[in-house]
């Protein structure tokens, strides 16, 4: 398995994309934020990003789906992160307008 650091600068805007999705449904957000809600959100991207490493490797190695060498791309981790983030976020909106 070998990891790209040179890959596509659409990445990138993948990686924004959720970023600024978590960032703004979170200052909508604010005043309902804790301290404890945001180790919440940390413990649960941390988790949420080892069960789809998990997975990742589980189905590579089980032949599901393969990643040619040099052509796993290292932003692939952080993009994971910051979509269960804002998956947190959204989750939150909705169970606050419900």
């Given at each position: 398995m070998a990891?790209?650091?040179q890959f596509s600068?659409?990445?990138?805007?993948?990686f924004s994309a959720f970023l600024l999705a978590?960032?703004?449904?979170?200052?909508?957000r604010r005043k309902h934020i804790k301290k404890k809600e945001a180790k919440e959100q940390f413990i649960l991207g941390l988790l949420g990003s080892c069960a789809l490493l998990s997975m990742e490797i589980f189905a590579?190695?089980?032949k599901?789906?393969?990643y040619i060498p040099a052509n796993w791309p290292v932003i692939l981790w952080p993009t994971y992160f910051v979509a269960i983030l804002f998956g947190y976020q959204?989750?939150?909106l909705v169970e606050r307008l419900s």
């Open positions: 990891f790209d650091v600068p659409i990445w990138y805007v993948l978590w960032l703004i449904l979170a200052i909508m590579t190695s089980m599901l789906w393969s959204l989750l939150r």
